[in-house]
């Protein structure tokens, strides 16, 4: 699996997440306005965000992660997101701005970044933007993004409930709320590939899926 490790779109720069950008994102990933919507998840000190990158840093061994977003008029880091895989076997999308940054579009500039690699890299698995509910910016994009509301689906990462904003057909993947894990007809990674993408870390799901 190969795909694209730095990426320039119209106004974005992006390159893979590695822990050296620690300092840069965690006051993305601190601020309480952005995590309004899931703030238990908020990062509340910089070892989080340091595991974080770390982690976003050795997923792309695997091929494919998340990129450290520059805007390139300014050249500051104003976001972090792309595309990893999901413990499903499918691709998490996902896009996470600056609060000063909002309302420039770049969360859909990022995501159909990500979009665009996670097809290139294996075009046969979904692409999966797990939405909370009750975020209806980041709801929106995902519409404009093109993605259909799935409904309500068990994310498998963390074991919470959420809306499933997918490219394609997600229930072979992916359980539906209240329903048992579908088959295994789907062919999601197998446990020792699971474990080398860190998707067992208890850690590493609220951190990577919600959006």
Do not use: C
Request: proline letters at 8%; zero cysteines.
């Amino acid at each position: 699996m190969t795909s694209p490790r730095q990426v320039i779109t119209e106004r974005l720069d992006l390159r893979p997440t590695a822990e050296a950008d620690t300092d840069e994102l965690y006051p993305i990933m601190s601020d309480p306005e952005g995590w309004w919507f899931d703030p238990i998840n908020r990062h509340d000190e910089p070892e989080r965000t340091r595991r974080f990158a770390a982690r976003a840093e050795e997923r792309w061994e695997e091929g494919l992660s998340y990129w450290t977003v520059r805007e390139r008029a300014s050249g500051r880091v104003v976001g972090v997101g792309g595309a990893q895989r999901h413990a499903s076997g499918s691709w998490n999308l996902s896009y996470r701005i600056a609060t000063d940054a909002w309302g420039r579009g770049y969360a859909t500039e990022l995501a159909r970044a990500g979009i665009a690699a996670a097809r290139a890299a294996d075009p046969d698995v979904p692409v999966i933007a797990w939405v909370v509910a009750h975020n209806e910016p980041s709801r929106r994009v995902a519409q404009r993004l093109g993605l259909t509301d799935r409904g309500p689906h068990l994310d498998e990462n963390d074991g919470q409930i959420r809306l499933a904003y997918a490219d394609k057909p997600i229930d072979d993947w992916v359980a539906t709320a209240g329903a048992s894990r579908p088959s295994e007809a789907a062919s999601p990674p197998a446990a020792s590939q699971t474990q080398s993408l860190g998707l067992t870390d208890p850690e590493t799901a609220p951190e990577a899926t919600r959006n």
